[in-house]
């Protein structure tokens, strides 16, 4: 039986109002005679409530537009599933906006996915999307889970990755994790084989590989990104990357917009599971903002994403660069 999770009496209290408000629908002056307390501290616990993570808000349905994007993906990428969350940029124009709306409207899909008995596997990768959409679950029993990072754990100074959330979700299932315990991106291909020439790395990422399901963040190589700001790639290498082709990082492999892997040596340094070990599996991909549309364009021209998650303001890029290809004569026979 799971250990009880005793409160501060300032927390049982917050959770008591928070339960009128949100599920009882009382007002802050009914919630205050109920408690015995003034509207003002009524109001206080309220807050106290949602800032503490004990409120969960969801919103049913999304707007018409959303759902006809949706729709225009899943036939054109050949999707089982795509979400778009609604456009919160009148609110902060940053791309923390695009993460917290695709965070909301991941949380539920993703308590869906770790409820399924069936799921007894599951691969994660990493990313500030993935890692917000986590934050947004809800705790979940599943002791038989096991969890697997599908890219190396460390940074380049073998630092750990802020963004791996494998021991999140620990937290939040009480399942088994599995860290992969080399660098996201190796000093060269020789240390790379080294690395896989040990057992316990070959061990896990043939489990990794073997997951009934994929969470997936999608990178873009724009100057000063995560990749670089977190310790996963140099500027140097980012750099590199990009002269090469490359647009988009899906699981640690380096993607041009043609959805193929780029061949340059530095792109081959990198630790994970391999793309055409999942094909054909359930991959999530998570991302939102204007600034990933050609990293997730060249990511669905992969043919590994089978279920989308964005914002909306991700979407409308996408749509326009579709379009601006399809002008072209380049996406839609690429795509087929």
Known sequence: MKPLDYKSDSENLAIRAAWMSFVGGLTQSQIARRLNVSPAKAHRLIIQAREDGLVKVTVAGRPSQCLETEQRFCDLFELESCTVSPDLSGIDQSDSASIKSVAHAAGSILNGLFADAKMAKIGVGMGRTLTAAVSEMVSVERSGLSIFSITGSLTTNLAANPYDIVLQLMSKTGGEGYLLPVPYLASSIN??????????????????????????????????????????????????????????????????????????????????????????????????GRSK?????????TGIISDLIIDEVLARALNDLIDEREVEGGLIDAAE
């Open 191 to 288: 240390e790379k084989n080294l690395f896989l020439s040990q057992p316990g790395v070959r061990g896990l990422l043939e489990k990794s590989q073997n997951a009934d399901a994929f969470l997936v963040g999608v990178g873009s190589l724009e100057q000063k990104g995560h990749l670089v700001v977190n310790g996963l790639l140099s500027q140097t290498e980012s750099d590199e990357l990009q002269s090469a082709g490359v647009v988009c990082d899906l699981m640690g492999h380096f993607i041009n917009v043609d959805g193929d892997i780029v061949k340059a040596e530095i792109a081959q340094q990198a630790i994970g599971v391999q793309l055409d070990a999942i094909k054909g599996k359930r991959v999530f991909a998570l991302a939102g």
């Open 293 to 301: 549309a050609l990293a997730m364009l060249a990511a669905l021209r």
